[in-house]
Structure formats: C-alpha cells, structure tokens
C-alpha cells in the first residue's frame, strides 16, 4: 500500500488513466454483504442522474475515488434465503446480472465456511476478476485461523486476490478497494460523483420498509417477504404511500405486528425517517400486512410482483 506522506490531494501529472468498471458483490446471506457495500459507498442513497446509458444493469451505488469509479451492480439472486421457484429462478437471474461485471467480489465470513459458499463458486464470472473479501476478521479470536482458512478455500478456488477485511469496523476497505480497482478497465466515468444510485425511488423505499423488517423480526420470519408500493401521492406539502407486506403464512402476521402492533409501528417510524431523507420532504406512510399463501413459490405471483427473469 502507498504511504500518504506526499499526498496533496491532487493527482500528480503522471498519475495513471482513470478506470470506471461495474463490480459486484455477491455471497451467501448473513456474510455481511450490505454492510460492506454501505461501508464502502455510504449508506445514503440518493437520487441520480446517469451521465449515458452505459449499462443494462441496475446499480446498487457508486463510489469514485481518485482515479477509479466502482459501479456496483445489483445480484437480487445472493440474497434468497430460500429454495422453491423463487430461488431456480434467481440463480438464472443472478448468473445473467454477474456475466459481464469487471469485477466480482465473493464475501465470506471468516472461519465460516459453508456449503452455501461452496455452491457459488461455479457462478462467479469468468471473465472478471475474482476477490475474495474475508470479512467479520474482528471476531476472529487468532490470527492463524485465518491463513489455514483461506488455505483452504484457495484450493478450491484460483481467487486472483484475498482481503482480509471488517466491513463493521472499517478495517482493511482501503485495500480491498486498491484490489477491486485492479480489475477496472481504463475509461471515463459513468456517472456523475454526487451520484449514489439509479434505482427508481419507489423501490428504494420499499427496500426500506424491507430492510426495517429485516432488522427487527428478520430472524423469527421463516420466509422472505416482499414490499409492494401500492400507493404514491406526492402532495405539495407530503407524500402519502400505502406500501403492503406481504407474507407467507397467517402465523407470520403477528410476527410482523408485535405486541399491540408495536413492531409495526416501529418499522413504519425508521422506513418513514428514511425515506423522508431520501425525498428530502415530509412523508406519511401506511404499512399493512396481508398474507399470500404462496406467493414464494408462484411465478405468476412473481411475474404480478415485478420479479424479473420468470
Ligand atoms: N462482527 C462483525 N459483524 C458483521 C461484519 N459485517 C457484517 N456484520 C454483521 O453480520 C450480519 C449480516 O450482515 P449483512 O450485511 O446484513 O449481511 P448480508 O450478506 O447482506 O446478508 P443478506 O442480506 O442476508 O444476504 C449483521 O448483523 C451485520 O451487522 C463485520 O465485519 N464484523
């Protein structure tokens, strides 16, 4: 790694050509994944404006650093917790979203290996270059662990880099970024550097509700849910949404609601703050629950839900 003692902020005049390239991230669920994307690009999302239509991909964020911006793209499929229809269907999807990235990179946790890791090997790209981000190294309780783990993943699988990193600590971003940027192609920016994303506002903040869901009762849900926008007002003091949960089973009904509704209440609160911050004025929002039995495991629901690649 380069020291910063002679850094003035600008590049020097034989600095070498920018490089812009799309990277995913991709692993199995509860690596960390989102952690170390809002760790790298922030966790505010914006609202952007593209500079050309240069990609069929839908961006997750952008981070531009001096010499290199890092488009990173969306991989719906990593992020199943399940099997059935839903998940056949997102590994044709996540193998098409991954095809032409200039880099991917594979997050695993540290001393954690597991079949579901194993299992992503064969779909990483291969004409991308291929990072291995070990993350969570901060709970690891000794540090040789960590060679005789990477040891053995390294045997399966020709990484062409390995980054020991803690997306929750900050550690090690720096260089996991420097090793991202080797694999960027030489190019001009795609975007422009305020811009954080380009994903249609409506479905940011159904990721928000989505996410408060996660955070609160995520592990008690057996199931995925989805968020569907039902409703969007936008008044000239507020905008008004109806968004609905939809959930498997009538027992994951008073999961999501709490005692006294309270869960619900409270996911409503958090998704409310933040997307109030990402329209930047007032909101009023409106959460219910319905149950859809099957809506996992139906296409035509997915197809009806806007899930792509049916
Ligand atoms: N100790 C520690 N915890 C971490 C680190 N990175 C992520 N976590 C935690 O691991 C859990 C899962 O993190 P996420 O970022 O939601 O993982 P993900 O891979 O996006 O998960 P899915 O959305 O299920 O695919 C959360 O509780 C994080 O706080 C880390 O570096 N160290």
Redesign the pocket.
């Given at each position: 790694m380069s020291t910063d003692s002679d850094s003035t902020g600008t590049p020097p005049a034989d600095a070498a050509p920018g490089r812009c390239g799309l990277v995913a991230i991709v692993?199995r669920?509860?690596?960390?994944?989102?952690?170390?994307l809002n760790a790298l690009i922030g966790s505010k999302i914006s609202i952007v404006s593209r500079k050309a239509q240069t990609t069929r991909h839908r961006i997750h964020g952008v981070l531009t650093r001096p010499g290199a911006q890092f488009v990173f793209v969306d991989t719906p499929g990593?992020?199943m917790?399940h099997g059935g229809t839903m998940n056949r269907m997102m590994n044709r999807v996540v193998t098409q979203a991954v095809s032409d990235v200039d880099v991917v990179v594979m997050?695993v946790q540290a001393g954690k290996w597991t079949p579901g890791d194993a299992e992503l090997l064969p779909l990483l790209p291969k004409g991308a270059r291929h990072v291995l981000a070990v993350?969570?190294i901060?709970?690891l309780k000794r540090r040789d662990e960590l060679f005789a783990f990477v040891e053995k993943i390294v045997k399966q699988h020709s990484f062409d880099a390995v980054v020991p990193v803690?997306?929750?600590?900050d550690k090690q971003l720096d260089h996991l970024l420097d090793e991202i940027a080797a694999g960027l192609p030489e190019g001009e920016p795609m975007f422009d550097e305020d811009t954080l994303t380009d994903r249609p506002v409506r479905f940011i903040a159904a990721e928000l509700i989505r996410e408060k869901i996660f955070r609160l009762v995520g592990d008690e849900l057996p199931y995925a849910c989805t968020v569907v926008i039902e409703q969007w007002e936008e008044g000239p003091r507020q905008t008004a949404i109806n968004a609905c949960v939809l959930v498997e089973r009538e027992s994951h009904k008073p999961i999501l609601l709490g005692k006294g509704g309270e869960h619900m209440k409270r996911i409503a609160t958090e998704a409310r703050q933040d997307i109030a911050k990402l329209l930047d004025s007032p909101v009023h929002l409106e959460v219910y629950v319905k149950v859809r039995k099957g809506w996992s495991d139906s296409v035509s629901a997915l197809r009806e839900l806007g899930y792509d690649g049916a």
């Open positions: 692993g669920p509860n690596v960390g994944k989102s952690t170390l990593f992020q917790r997050v993350n969570k901060d709970l803690s997306a929750a600590k």
